[in-house]
C-alpha cells in the first residue's frame, strides 16, 4: 500500500515487502490475514445455520403432523406486512452492500450515511413486527395460558379467517395452532434478536465511524459484520414463505 | 480501484449489488404470486426453490462468497451438506415410525 508505513524488523527474517499496519504479526500477507477473518466469519455463520437448522427442523415435522392447524394459524398472519418487511430487509441488505462499498473506497460520509440507512431500515422492521405480535397479543394467540382457539373452531367470529375462507377446525386440531404459534414466535422472535444484536453493532460501527476506523483502509469489521447482516436476511428470505404463506391460494 | 485494500478482497461493483437487489425483490412478489395459485404439492417445494434462488444470490454476490477463498466455499458447502444430512435423519426417523398419525 502506498500510504503504508515501513515496520522494522528487529529480527532474523526481514520482510521483502512493506507491511500494512493493520497487519497482525502471526500473518504472512494481508491476503492470509483477510483469508483467515472470512473463513471464520464463515465459521461462525455455520453454527448459526445449525442453531436455526434445529427450528427448521421442528417446524418442518410440525407442519407435517398438523397440517390443517397449521394453515389455518398461518391465514392469521399479515403477508402485506410480512411481505413489506421482506423487501425491506432486502433493501437493507443492498444499503449495507454499499456501506462495506463505501468504507472500501474510504468514502467516510456514505459509509456513514448507508450505515445509518440500514439501521433506520432495521428499526422499520422490528416497528412492523411489533405490530403484528401486539395484534397476535390482541387476539390471545400467542401461546400460554391466555391462548384463544375462537379464531379457529368458530372462523366466523374473526373477520381475518373470514377473509381467509377458514372452515371451522375440531377441537382437538385447533388445540395444534398453538404449537404453529410457538414456533411462528420462537421464530421470528429469534431472527428479531439477531437482528437487534446486529442493531447495536451498527450503532457502534457508526460511531467508530466517525473517527476514520474503516476508512483508512482497514475495511474488515465491516466487512464481516456485513457478512452477518446478510445472513440474518437469508433467515428472513426462508421464514417469509414457511411462515406466512401456507396454502394461500 | 486498482490500489490493495487492507481486506485483500475484491471490491463488488455496486451495478451488480442493484442488479442482485432488484432479483431478489421480484422473488419477494413471485413468492407471494405463487403461493395464491392452487399448484398442490408443488406450493411449498416451489416456494422453497425460489428461497434457495435468492439465498444464493445473497451469499455468492452480497456475502462475496463468489469471490471468497476456496476454503470458504469448501466450509460452506459442507455445512449446508451437513445441514441436509441431519434434516435427512431426522425426518427419516420421523417418516418410519408415526408420520402422520396424531
Known amino acids: 500500500m502506498s500510504d503504508s508505513t515501513v515496520i522494522a524488523h528487529d529480527g532474523l527474517e526481514a520482510g521483502h515487502h512493506e507491511h500494512s499496519p493493520h497487519l497482525h504479526h502471526q500473518f504472512e500477507s494481508v491476503e492470509q490475514q483477510a483469508d483467515a477473518g472470512n473463513f471464520a466469519m464463515w465459521l461462525f455463520l455455520l453454527t448459526e445455520v445449525m442453531f436455526f437448522g434445529g427450528l427448521f427442523t421442528v417446524y418442518m415435522i410440525y407442519r407435517n403432523w398438523y397440517y390443517p392447524a397449521f394453515v389455518a394459524a398461518s391465514h392469521q398472519l399479515s403477508v402485506k406486512l410480512g411481505g413489506i418487511n421482506s423487501v425491506l430487509l432486502i433493501t437493507s441488505s443492498l444499503t449495507m452492500t454499499l456501506g462495506v462499498w463505501s468504507a472500501q473506497l474510504r468514502r467516510k460520509g456514505s459509509l456513514i450515511f448507508f450505515l445509518m440507512l440500514t439501521f433506520l431500515l432495521g428499526v422499520v422492521f422490528l416497528g412492523i413486527k411489533g405490530v403484528e405480535y401486539k395484534e397476535k397479543f390482541e387476539k390471545h394467540h400467542f401461546p400460554g395460558a391466555n391462548y384463544s382457539l375462537q379464531s379457529f373452531v368458530n372462523p366466523a367470529s374473526d373477520p381475518v379467517a373470514v377473509a381467509a375462507g377458514d372452515k371451522p377446525l375440531p377441537l382437538d386440531i385447533a388445540q395444534r395452532t398453538e404449537v404453529y404459534f410457538s414456533l411462528y414466535f420462537a421464530m421470528t422472535g429469534m431472527h428479531a434478536l439477531h437482528m437487534i444484536v446486529g442493531m447495536g453493532i451498527l450503532l457502534f460501527m457508526i460511531f467508530r465511524a466517525r473517527s476514520d476506523a474503516y476508512t483508512t483502509g482497514h475495511t474488515a469489521f465491516v466487512e464481516y459484520f456485513g457478512l452477518y447482516w446478510h445472513f440474518v436476511d437469508i433467515i428472513w428470505i426462508f421464514l417469509f414463505p414457511l411462515l406466512y404463506l401456507i396454502n394461500r391460494h | ?102
Open chain 2, 1 to 102: 480501484m486498482s490500489e490493495p485494500q487492507e481486506s485483500g478482497h475484491r471490491i463488488i461493483n455496486p451495478r451488480v449489488s442493484f442488479l442482485v437487489y432488484l432479483a431478489l425483490v421480484a422473488g419477494v412478489g413471485l413468492t407471494i404470486v405463487a403461493s395464491y395459485q392452487n399448484l398442490g404439492i408443488f406450493n411449498p417445494i416451489l416456494a422453497v426453490a425460489i428461497a434457495l434462488v435468492q439465498a444464493s444470490l445473497v451469499a455468492l454476490f452480497s456475502m462475496h462468497l463468489k469471490y471468497s477463498p476456496r476454503v470458504s466455499k469448501l466450509s460452506v458447502g459442507s455445512g449446508i451438506f451437513m445441514l441436509l444430512t441431519l434434516f435427512a435423519m431426522v425426518l427419516l426417523d420421523y417418516m418410519s415410525r408415526a408420520w402422520g398419525s396424531w
